[in-house]
């Protein structure tokens, strides 16, 4: 029997190569049927492309598909580096602390001091433009496969804005990952509003939205691909470990809130003074990385170097096969993420 899920992926740059191979992974399981998907910046990438190939050729379509944007990403047209060199490289948190040495406050984070991306005139361009137009948004858009939310923030509102359906389109996805200190906001019409809006990125408001999936036709099940570590056990103390930390907590802030609120509605069903039925009764996953990601910083996540990405893919497939291993068995049965231990 089919395993009904909903996928929220994370944002978080060149990191989104992890949701990658998570999603690599999961597309192998052909009892586990993808209802819906939730995404922001680099999730949102991996969820268009998903949605793309599978409309093509389901889920084989969909790793194919993801293959390709990700070799885009790291201007990658072979696999030499990902191959036998990688054997020979250090683990990639050897080298971001060999960068973070190098350069104890990151070029961007100076750069963002003194300069804007408008300052570049005519001359401005936004390099993941290349990728994102690459995909066909009929295919994105499709009505079969599952359902795709895009989250981005309203710049002039400060307010999320959720596309969905047949709002997404190449615009959308470019603002879901519009980083304002990098990238100008990318501006459109909103079909909602019928007027031109500006979006930044969506990881301040929703990294990613969770009330997407809580509609009544979808499954209760939601499996969160987390790429930004909730836990760090030292007290950062550089510049850029300072500045790193603080780009966590902003980028968990929203998922943090979305799930203390499913956290509160289990409560009162549980206890009985909310009727069963009335509220969703979300069973929470996750899949993520933290000893991983801990290694890394924000210096690597506007690096997409051919070999970070394959390492973190590769971290993403043996995550996703560990979280097999241990809670297949709980979807749609149970949750596997303690909410009380949490926040109780």
């Keep these: 029997m089919s395993k009904r899920i909903n996928l929220a992926l994370q944002g978080g740059g060149a990191h989104g190569a992890f949701t990658w191979g998570v999603l690599d992974r999961l597309l192998q399981e052909k009892d586990i049927e993808i209802a819906a998907i939730s995404g922001t910046s680099a999730g949102a990438l991996n969820g268009a492309a998903l949605k793309a190939g599978w409309a093509v050729a389901g889920a084989q379509g969909a790793r194919v598909l993801l293959d390709q944007v990700w070799h885009q990403v790291g201007a990658v047209h072979d696999l030499r580096l990902t191959g036998w060199i990688a054997q020979a490289l250090p683990p990639v948190g050897v080298i971001n602390s060999w960068m973070e ?111 997407p999936l809580f509609a009544a036709h979808l499954p209760d099940d939601i499996v969160i691909v987390n790429i930004n570590p909730m836990r760090r056990e030292d007290v950062p103390q550089t510049p850029q470990e300072i500045q790193n930390r603080i780009n966590e907590i902003s980028f968990n802030s929203s998922l943090l809130r979305e799930l203390r609120a499913v956290h509160f509605v289990k409560e009162l069903i549980a206890g009985g003074q909310m009727e069963r039925g009335t509220m969703k009764d979300v069973l929470v996953h996750m899949v993520a990385d933290d000893d991983l990601m801990t290694t890394l910083s924000v210096t690597s996540k506007v690096t997409p170097t051919p070999y970070l990405l394959h390492t973190l893919k590769q971290a993403g497939r043996r995550a996703c096969e560990g979280f097999l291993a241990g809670h297949k068995d709980d979807l749609n049965t149970r949750a596997s993420v303690s909410l009380e231990a949490m926040f109780g």
Aim: hydrophobic letters at 35%; glycine letters at 8%; aromatic letters at 10%.
């Design 101 to 211: 040495r190098m350069m104890p406050v990151s070029p961007t984070d100076v750069a963002a001091l003194v300069t804007s991306p408008y300052h570049y005139g005519p001359l401005y361009r936004n390099p993941l433009e290349p990728v994102v137009r690459s995909l066909n948004y009929d295919q994105v858009c499709a009505t079969e496969g599952p359902e795709l939310h895009i989250a981005t923030t309203n710049v002039r509102s400060g307010k999320i804005r959720v596309f969905s359906g047949d709002e997404v389109s190449g615009e959308v996805i470019l603002a879901s990952a519009c980083l304002p200190t990098l990238f100008q906001a990318v501006e459109f019409m909103d079909p909602k509003t019928g007027e031109s809006e500006a979006f930044w990125d969506g990881g301040y408001t929703g990294n990613p939205a969770l009330f």
